[in-house]
């Protein structure tokens, strides 16, 4: 007897205010890791809306599925919305890439930074083998922000934001989870998100936090000398000064890892029991009007970044 077939219709709106019910829609994929489910489509006929976060989990999705053989003969069928979007971002050769079966670390080293008519540095794969010590990424990723937004202190707030999460997830991804970061703004606001399918933060904070809850622990990540490393140099400030950049410029920072949901919208603060996701979702909303940084929130902190305009 043949399996029954199992449509799954993809919500219609795929968006950074919907993104739940898209986790809980999709989540099922990481209980069936080596299963070589049949007859399984999942269906983005009715999508209307996608942004870079919906692009970004879209992608995840099916790197997670395809690594892991969720699927037997797996093919992916995208509405017209869905591709412009995922152009859009960039995302469109790594996902012909994984469909067809090829090696993606060649398609992640064509990736380079976009500047057009906004701002794009998309997307990006943490690969551990790979260098990322603050000078490299300084190096590398500075003058390019710097070019578009010129001004000191919103391109010294950018490039704080983007390398914290950036280590952050490097430092902390296991088993080549090939950690996903991707940037995009405008003159007047920034998004920055990443995501991964790793072990998640609980794994990561467990000695500290035992018998705790997912969502508390997301909680106390983001609190000043939090850290998983305590007999390293790692202070744990990172998220910290991450959350205090978005309190005081009213930005929204929001933390998706394992059963855990940490938003923080303008200083307002909550903590939520959430769908599913393995491992962990960061994304971040910066308006750049009053832009704040370091020195600003630790006066003393007065390592401004050295910046060269050309």
Known sequence: MANKEVVINIPKNLTKNNITSYIGTLNFFFNIPNMHKERYYIVFDKVEEVDLLGVLLTYKFLEFSVRNNCFKDPSLNLNDVMNKQIKRFGFDSLI??????????????KLKVEIKDDFLIAPIALIRSDVYNKDATKNKYLPVIANYYVDCTT??????????????FWSHAVNDTLSIIVVHGNKSKIQISCADTGSGIKETLKQNFKNKSDEYIIGKSVERGVTSKPNSNHMGFGLWYVNEIVTRTNGKFEIFSQNGYYRNLGGKVHTFKSCFWKGTIVNIELPLKNPVTI??????NNSKLKINFK
């Open 96 to 109: 012909t890439d994984f469909i067809r079966g090829n090696e993606t670390k060649r398609e992640y080293e």
């Open 155 to 168: 391109c010294e707030m950018i490039f704080q934001v983007f390398s914290e999460i950036l280590h952050n």
């Open 295 to 300: 020195a600003d929130i630790e006066p003393h």
